[in-house]
């Protein structure tokens, strides 16, 4: 099992930028995969970024060039460094980790980009 806690959020103008944390519980080196999804009201959860355990990393085309994901094993930690951010980004942001055959999620943070 694995608790993530997700932080810094927040309210943001158009072409901003933020740095969204999700500490985990466990050490890294046992979570498969670890990344972000996205929620708007209205819309499907979405796939942001995710980086495995072997450093690959994928990003929806709606955010590669302007979000990064990276992961720090020593402090359990995986960020997402958002830049240039669009109202389009507006949604909550969840983290995930895949450990075995497991999804967990974090409870969410909510990005609001407005001017």
């Known amino acids: 099992q694995v608790q993530l806690v997700e932080s810094g959020g927040g309210l943001v103008q158009p072409g901003g930028s933020l740095r969204l944390s999700c500490a985990a519980s466990?050490?890294?080196?046992?979570?498969?995969?670890i990344g972000w999804y996205r929620q708007s009201p209205g819309n499907q959860r979405e796939l942001v970024a995710r980086?495995?355990?072997?450093?690959?990393?994928n990003y929806a085309d709606s955010v590669k060039g302007r979000f990064t994901i990276s992961r720090d094993n020593a402090k359990n930690t995986v960020y997402l460094q958002m830049n240039s951010l669009k109202p389009e980004d507006t949604a909550v942001y969840y983290c995930?980790?895949?450990?075995?055959?497991?999804?967990?999620w974090g409870q969410g943070t909510q990005v609001t980009v407005s001017s």
């Open positions: 995930y980790a895949v450990v075995l055959a497991y999804t967990y």
């Open positions: 466990r050490s890294m080196l046992s979570i498969h995969r």
């Open positions: 980086i495995t355990s072997g450093n690959n990393t």
